[in-house]
């Protein structure tokens, strides 16, 4: 097992004292580099990029080699393989995003889904996170993930993205039964997955419940939350010797904090929306908080940036408990030299609050 150089993320995630402010990007190897772009170009297509180890291997180290300042890598990979691996047949479609060749729709066709084993199923993924692991060699921690319980299923009956979540709505509310089974199945996948990728290396693990926010409150407690709490309660914890902390990350989930931390995870992923001060003292010591910069302030010149960091530096305070993050992936027009001054800006700017 080799020794991390570089833990203060895992640090920041447990509220333990940190030198500066940890910071990482959503979606940080990803289309606004052009070594990404060219690597993408030599695997052939998105999925291929995902289900070679090598390649996986490869993108994500590049914005790591590119920025020194990054305090984690995150694995690449899709939400939507656990989809794929219960038969969904996942394909992108040029300036669509994805698509499955199968939806589900009935209570039949729920109970028809299978739950796939993780080192079967989604080998790749595991081989990906250990090739990854290997290529760190201590450099900084590895990030697992995996999409929510509902944010997968909407993808699942929708048969791709969607504005309005229509079907899937229509089934919360008219045949609540075959959503409740749907998420249960999922909850199951996401957590034996989530172990999985934690055994294969990965030190910590984040929760992407990107549409949880498109629901009522009360739907999003039962539909959503409850679902993570199961999956948080099922996760390895401790493995190598060290604790392996949980993230949870709904967008636009500001309204529903307090309840979020009741979750049991160690840390709350915020979008752009939520004031990090206001909602630091909202969570209090439970949990740490992740965000959370408007991913649009990295179309704006550099000073103004360093001004956006400072604020939020600010308004989160002195201590640790922040991991800093966009509220969102960054985007893929984003100039890289932005990212970068960014990144400076976090670290320059944050060793005041750690004195």
């Known amino acids: 097992m080799t020794a991390l150089k570089n833990d203060r993320f895992l640090r920041a995630l447990l509220k333990q004292p940190v030198d500066v ?3 990482w990007m959503m979606r940080q190897a990803g289309r606004y580099l052009p070594e990404y772009r060219a690597s993408r170009a030599k695997a052939g297509d998105f999925m291929s990029l995902c289900m070679n180890p090598a390649f996986a291997c490869e993108v994500t180290m590049q914005p790591l080699d590119r920025y020194p300042q990054l305090d984690a890598a995150i694995l690449f990979s899709d939400i939507l393989t656990i989809p794929d ?3 969904q047949g ?9 698509r499955f060749k199968k939806v589900v729709s009935t209570l039949a066709d729920i109970e028809a889904l299978p739950i796939p084993d993780p080192q079967k199923d989604l080998g790749y993924v595991m081989d990906a996170v250990s090739t990854i692991r290997r290529e760190l060699n201590g450099r900084v921690p590895l990030i697992g993930f995996s999409g929510s319980p509902w944010t997968l299923a909407t993808y699942m009956v929708e048969g791709g ?3 309005d979540y229509r079907k899937t709505k229509t089934m919360l509310y ?3 039964q075959a959503l409740h089974l749907l998420l249960d199945k999922l909850a199951q996948t996401v957590t034996s997955y989530l172990n999985g990728q934690i055994m294969a290396g990965a030190q910590a693990v984040q929760i992407f419940d990107s549409w949880g926010g498109s629901l009522s409150a009360a739907a999003y407690q039962e539909f959503s939350l409850a679902y993570m709490k199961k999956i948080v309660s099922g996760l390895i914890r401790e493995h190598e010797g060290r ?3 949980v993230i949870l990350f709904t967008k636009s989930g500001g309204l529903w904090l307090e309840s979020i931390a009741d979750a049991g995870a160690d840390a709350l992923g915020l979008d752009w929306t939520c004031d990090i001060g206001n909602a630091r003292s909202r969570v209090g010591d439970k949990v740490a908080l992740q965000g959370n910069m408007d991913p649009t302030v990295l179309y704006a010149k550099p000073e103004a940036i360093r001004a956006e960091v400072g604020r939020i530096l600010a308004s989160y305070g002195k201590g640790s408990g922040h991991v800093f993050n966009l509220g969102h992936g960054i985007t893929p027009e984003v100039d890289p030299e932005h990212a970068g001054a960014f990144l400076r800006a976090v670290h320059e700017l944050s060793a005041q609050y750690h004195e």
């Open 243 to 245: 604790k392996v902390p």
């Open 174 to 176: 008219d045949n609540p």
């Open 161 to 163: 993205s969607s504005k």
């Open 90 to 98: 996942l394909y992108f479609e040029t300036g669509e995003g994805p």
């Open 85 to 87: 691996a219960m038969g």
């Open 21 to 23: 402010t940890p910071v």
